[in-house]
Nanobody, 125 residues
Framework: VQLQASGGGLVQAGGSLRLSCAAS????????MGWFRQVPGKERVFVAG????????YFADSVKGRFTISRDNAKNTMYLQMNSLKPEDTAVYYC???????????????????WGQGTLVTVSS
């Protein structure tokens, strides 16, 4: 099982980026997926999540209204559209797949089983 996160880069404040997370090795259409981010010296924190059908999403307060999450189960891929980026959004972003087939979106790292390698997002002021 592999998750490949991509789309990170350097962007100016106010700009946009779209992250992708491609899963391979098995089908994850029945599992929730999420994005987390981490800065050096701090814990990995939840950013956004989406349930297996895409009917439920959840966002951290810090990104609500600026980020959107979606998934294409036919492509085994999840996306994170990030708009109005701020310097405080700078972090390594990780995608992950939930351990369980729940309809709710879970927000704790321990609830996720598979993790991508991370993609660095840097927002300059």
């Amino acid at each position: 099982v592999q998750l490949q996160a991509s789309g990170g880069g350097l962007v100016q404040a106010g700009g946009s980026l779209r992250l992708s997370c491609a899963a391979s090795g098995r089908t994850f259409s029945n599992y929730g997926m999420g994005w987390f981010r981490q800065v050096p010296g701090k814990e990995r924190v939840f950013v956004a999540g989406i349930n297996w059908g895409g009917s439920s999403t959840y966002f951290a307060d810090s990104v609500k209204g600026r980020f959107t999450i979606s998934r294409d189960n036919a492509k085994n891929t999840m996306y994170l559209q990030m708009n109005s980026l701020k310097p405080e959004d700078t972090a390594v972003y990780y995608c992950a797949i939930d351990r369980s087939r729940l309809l709710v979106v879970r927000r704790l790292p321990r609830d996720y089983e598979y993790w991508g390698q991370g993609t660095l997002v840097t927002v300059s002021s």
